[in-house]
């Protein structure tokens, strides 16, 4: 009988928890320049190199969806606003961007626009939560981020370690809000939040 090469089975078993490892390391390095340094442009190429090596890796599709959210999110953030905006997707852009100078009110403004021009309401109703929340006019923020988990369930993933809401953890009903429903599957809870809590920003 021939004999078994050695490491043969270490290296079969071995592989998809070093594969998850690093790209849970990875993942976080991203996610430490993306919502602790607020660094987007480095977010940028941190999130663009994390999902070129793991974006065909199945074990790891959970943190490959959330990249790609946050890889969207710090495109916006950085995307120059539209000198004249017309679509939703500009003045979603636009919104943000009054939102990070400060200028609330306009913001709003703007997302109303972003709506009534077609954006998609999911992005639109969380993006506005945040700006709200940011401004401290935390009953607005609520309903803005009730209507962004009513348009898309998802957003639950993201809200619940989104620093952004860093304030509205503190009141009543807001793990109810985000939380999924207890009936909503037998999976797992969630396995990864989206960095610690920093100081609240914009996002979408």
Known sequence: MPKRKAGSTSSSTTTVPSTFAAAEKAYSSAMQLFSVKRDFAAAIKAFESFLEQFSDDDTVLELVDRARSHLAACRLKTSPPAANPSTGAEWLTQAVVLSNE???DEAIEAYEKALASGAEEAKVYYARAATLAAAERNDEAM???RLALAADPENRNFALGDPDFERL???AGFVELVEPPQSAG???EEAYQDGPET?????V
Do not use: I
Not at 199 to 203: D, M, S
């Open 199 to 203: 100081e609240p920003n914009q996002g």
């Open 143 to 145: 309903e803005s981020l």
């Open 169 to 171: 953890r503190e009141l």
């Open 186 to 188: 037998t999976g797992p």
């Open 102 to 104: 400060g200028r609330t």
